[in-house]
């Protein structure tokens, strides 16, 4: 059963832009690095962004790098994917994901179910 609730998925066109949400619970949330991945349609996951348990800290993969922001409301145990200038190939199911950190799934302990994020030019 995923411990981590993903919402704010949706269908939008080439340019927009999508907040993704996810919901932790505090023994994660405070204790590991949060991030999130994604699935592509016939594609393996692939990291998308991580940000630090204790300092503001943050990563990403290049192909976003400028156009996403991953950030953290600790007060809520939230974590959010603000995600501007969508293009078609942002399509993908978004996992939200809590671990050690860096590009390689083992890495990552905990896993959402995903939301679906289609992007239509």
């Known amino acids: 059963q995923a411990q981590l609730l993903e919402s704010g998925g949706g269908s939008v066109q080439d340019g927009d832009s999508l907040r993704l949400s996810c919901k932790a619970p505090?023994?994660?949330?405070?204790?590991?690095?949060m991030g999130w991945f994604r699935q592509p349609p016939g594609k393996e996951r692939e990291f998308v962004a991580a940000?630090?348990?204790?300092?503001?800290?943050?990563y990403y993969t290049d192909s976003v790098r400028g156009r996403f922001t991953i950030s953290k409301d600790h007060a809520k145990n939230m974590v959010y994917l603000q995600m501007n200038s969508l293009k078609p190939e942002d399509t993908a199911i978004y996992y939200c994901?809590?671990?050690?950190?860096?590009?390689?799934?083992?890495?990552?302990?905990?896993w959402g179910q995903g939301t679906q994020v289609s992007v239509s030019s």
């Open positions: 994901v809590g671990g050690s950190g860096g590009p390689n799934r083992e890495n990552w302990r905990y």
């Open positions: 940000i630090s348990w204790n300092t503001p800290t943050t």
């Open positions: 505090g023994a994660i949330f405070h204790s590991y690095l």
